[in-house]
T-cell receptor
Framework: EAGVAQSPRYKIIEKRQSVAFWCNPISGHATLYWYQQILGQGPKLLIQ????????DSQLPKDRFSAERLKGVDSTLKIQPAKLEDSAVYLC?????????????FGSGTRLTVV | AQSVSQHNHHVILSEAASLELGCNYS??????LFWYVQYPGQHLQLLLKYFSGDPLVKGIKGFEAEFIKSKFSFNLRKPSVQWSDTAEYFC?????????FGTGTRLKVLA
């Protein structure tokens, strides 16, 4: 099966600019996750979707971050305006069944550098 | 609150040495436990998982992990490491429905 697709792979922006990331999960996976992985740390969950509804966004900085999953398939994560501390790898993952979880399938991530 | 601790941040081993990476978690309910590996320049990949049953779990590439409920631990082991095992290893715990990842252990295997 095709993996989780993410784009772009790399992005460099200046602080206070906006940026958007795109994710296409594995076909048929109802659950989609966005993680932030800061250098030297483990991935931190930002938001979890079940189909096109939000299950958990408790750690999403909503004053600057937003995410949507239209039609329950692709998803976009946006940062506006970006701060230096947003420099990280943004990972998208999907899984087939919520509650009976066999492990995520991760995309390659988008490495964001804010200067 | 749910949390995961990985005690070793950096480990350096020679080829053929044995490996054990520690993972401890705190969570009061039923957990699912995972180990992921991230090779340089690649995305996270699932190594192995524990849901229930035999607490000794075997994964890919010769890795295994043992769930010790009384110690809240899920340590990763490999009897003989190879240079190609150089990577970062993450322990993850799934409680109700949220994954929590540890901070990772960076393993370097010297040829």
């Amino acid at each position: 099966e095709a993996g989780v697709a993410q784009s772009p792979r790399y992005k460099i922006i200046e602080k206070r600019q906006s940026v958007a990331f795109w994710c296409n999960p594995i076909s048929g996976h109802a659950t989609l996750y966005w993680y932030q992985q800061i250098l030297g740390q483990g991935p931190k969950l930002l938001i979890q979707f079940q189909n096109n509804g939000v299950v958990d966004d408790s750690q999403l900085p909503k004053d600057r971050f937003s995410a949507e999953r239209l039609k329950g398939v692709d998803s976009t994560l946006k940062i506006q305006p970006a701060k230096l501390e947003d420099s990280a790898v943004y990972l998208c993952a999907s899984s087939s069944i919520q509650g009976i979880d066999y492990g995520y399938t991760f995309g390659s991530g988008t490495r964001l550098t804010v200067v | 609150a749910q949390s995961v601790s990985q005690h070793n941040h950096h480990v350096i081993l020679s080829e053929a040495a044995s490996l054990e990476l520690g993972c401890n978690y705190s969570y009061g309910g039923t957990v699912n436990l995972f180990w992921y590996v991230q090779y340089p320049g690649q995305h996270l990949q699932l190594l192995l998982k524990y849901f229930s049953g035999d607490p000794l779990v075997k994964g890919i590439k010769g890795f295994e992990a043992e769930f010790i409920k009384s110690k809240f631990s899920f340590n990763l082991r490999k009897p003989s490491v190879q240079w190609s095992d150089t990577a970062e290893y993450f322990c993850a715990v799934k409680g109700t429905y949220k994954y929590i990842f540890g901070t990772g252990t960076r393993l370097k295997v010297l040829a």
